[in-house]
């Protein structure tokens, strides 16, 4: 069975080491660590999958900018291999989501799969007025609507700029 709590105090290591293995390198885990405790930050929007007490997957979700206003950018998630095609992912994915749902932020952004994240409801992102900054092949840029959205979050995405970093 899959759980699904915030970061706690401690899971620093484990999340980084989750990052670590599912991409095969450390830059997943050095964006969380250099993303955690600035002003984009949401505690509650970094969850972590267990599995037997285990820290197993981990999804976060922070501030970026668009139209003037905060919106959310998922990324990274990471599941440890030998939980993956397991629903771990899709756990984390549905937490995640929920999570964002009750945040006064109008939408999430994200790079990755059409195919996998299409099942979340995502979209790209110039289907919703919304530059492509990442010069990424067609569909991966990618937007999905929350409750708090407006028809005014249009335009280019500001990511703060360690992302660049990464």
Known sequence: MTTVRPEQAGDAT?????????FGRGAEGDLVDALRGGPWWHPEL??????????????LLTDVELAGR???????????????????GSALMAAGL???????????????????????????????????????????????RLPAYTPDLVGTPVFPALWSAF
């Open 98 to 144: 929920a999570a964002a749902a009750r945040t006064d932020r109008g939408l999430i952004t994200l790079l990755g799969n059409p195919a996998y994240y299409g099942r979340f409801g995502f979209t790209p992102c110039t289907e919703h007025g919304i530059v492509d900054i990442w010069a990424a092949p067609p569909g991966t840029f990618q937007v999905l």
């Open 14 to 22: 484990a999340i980084y080491a989750v990052h670590a293995e599912a």
């Open 46 to 59: 970094s969850l972590v999958a267990e599995r037997g007490g285990e820290i197993v997957g981990h999804v």
């Open 70 to 88: 905060p919106v959310l950018a998922l990324g990274p998630i990471g599941v440890l291999p030998a939980h993956q095609r397991d629903g771990v």
